[in-house]
């Protein structure tokens, strides 16, 4: 069995707020699991296909600021039996986040505690 290589281009940090999405009629609450500058992983058993777009609200309470910003599906984590113990949700990736944005989440980040994940981790 070939190992996969972590694909991440960004530093992760474990956050763990309420957020919202919002896609056409749809609107569902949950929570993150953890952030980065480029996208998040939101914990949901809902089902999003890969590619699909939708708006996500979360607040960073450490700057008093409310996100709203679009996300795109990377990739999807169901549940499976024999994982257990597997995250279920999906990843998202921002999509068209504005200077002043990123510049805040970049802040956030850069003093929040680093998440460490192993080479082989293909979550």
Not at 6 to 20: F, V
Not at 69 to 83: F, H, N, Q
Not at 87 to 114: C, H, R, W
């Amino acid at each position: 069995m070939s190992e996969l290589p972590n694909q991440r281009e960004h530093r992760r940090i474990a956050i763990e707020t309420e957020i919202s999405i919002s896609s056409g009629s749809q609107f569902y609450t949950g929570f993150t699991k953890n952030i980065s500058s480029g996208g998040l992983f939101i914990s949901t058993h809902e089902r999003y296909e890969l590619g699909e777009q939708f708006q996500v609200r979360f607040r960073v309470d450490q700057f008093d600021k409310d996100f709203d910003i679009l996300a795109e599906v990377r990739w999807v984590s169901p549940y499976r039996e024999d994982l257990p113990d597997q995250p279920v949700g999906l990843g998202v990736q921002f999509v068209g986040l504005s200077e002043g944005d990123q510049a805040i989440l970049d802040m956030y980040l850069k003093n929040a505690e680093t998440l460490f994940y192993d080479d082989d981790d293909d979550l």
